[in-house]
């Protein structure tokens, strides 16, 4: 699994970027964070291939033509947590879950 963390400022145009974004083929999870001054998306790929397939796309293109000067940082997934359990975890402990975060 690949996980890429991809930043930008803040503009208005991510909304519709996003929702096109995050129905792509190969993406087991994907999350937009954002404060005043940065929008931040977080995502999880099943693999390389899948990643590389998207990286070619009109797709991509768009969403780095609408964000000059974006940065984006590759990395090997080496331990995750399922949805699932975190989510009891939280229900069982929320103050823990969430200090620990």
């Known amino acids: 699994m690949i996980g ?8 208005d145009d991510h909304e519709g970027l996003f929702e096109k974004f ?13 404060d005043e001054n940065e929008v ?5 790929w099943e693999n390389a291939a ?14 780095a033509a609408a964000n000059p000067g974006s940065s ?6 080496i331990d995750s947590v399922s949805r699932s ?5 939280y229900e069982r402990h929320p103050v823990m879950a969430m200090s620990e975060g």
């Not at 995050?22 to 954002?34: D, H, N, S």
Request: glycine share 4%; hydrophobic share 45%; no cysteine.
């Open 72 to 77: 984006r940082l590759v990395y090997e997934v």
């Open 4 to 11: 890429v963390i991809w930043r930008t400022s803040h503009t």
């Open 40 to 44: 931040v998306v977080v995502t999880l």
């Open 50 to 63: 899948k990643r590389e397939a998207y990286m070619g796309s009109a797709l991509q293109s768009e969403i």
């Open 85 to 89: 359990s975190a989510a009891e975890d």
């Open 22 to 34: 995050k129905t792509t083929a190969g993406i087991v999870a994907t999350y937009q964070l954002r």
